[in-house]
């Protein structure tokens, strides 16, 4: 007897069940914008991902599904740092093909010395820990995802 398949046993795309398509999702009301892609390994768009911004310091979080180009938008605030830590948002992707999500972080490029102090940061080799650190971009921030191939954001167990 064959059981049926249920979403947990099979690979999405799931994600456009309780998505916000917002331009920009916002954590805060005065903030500013942290915009990126979600890119796989030949660097093309995953239209229909998913991206999660967290921060258990400002105790805030925030979802966004990505575009026909991959593009998705957040308004933040930089978080408070945890004693010995840089600030930074813990950041969730989901994506087609994912069995399970990816845990990544994204750190400010304003904060230098905290970011050479951050015990996680500062123990990735600097090639690979700059996948970890946002760009600035007008007056806002960019990160780009890139779930495999060159310049691979760097991703947690």
Request: charged residues 20%.
């Amino acid at each position: 007897m064959s059981l049926p398949t249920t979403p947990s046993q099979t690979v999405g795309p799931f994600f456009a069940i309780g998505i916000c398509r917002r331009a920009a999702h916002e954590l805060v009301r005065d903030g500013f914008p942290l915009c990126g892609r979600l890119l796989d390994g030949d660097g093309a768009p995953v239209p229909d991902g998913v991206v999660e911004l967290w921060s258990a310091t400002a105790r805030t979080w925030g979802r966004c599904g990505t575009d026909r180009d991959g593009r998705f938008a957040f308004i933040v605030a930089k978080p408070p740092a945890a004693a010995g830590e840089a600030p930074r948002y813990d950041v969730l992707v989901f994506a087609r093909g994912l069995l399970r999500h990816q845990l990544t972080r994204v750190y400010f490029p304003d904060e230098d010395e905290a970011n050479a102090a951050d015990p996680v940061l500062s123990s990735l080799d600097p090639a690979t820990g700059a996948t970890l650190v946002a760009a600035a971009d007008g007056d806002g921030l960019r990160f780009d995802i890139r779930m495999q191939g060159d310049s691979q954001t760097v991703f947690f167990a």
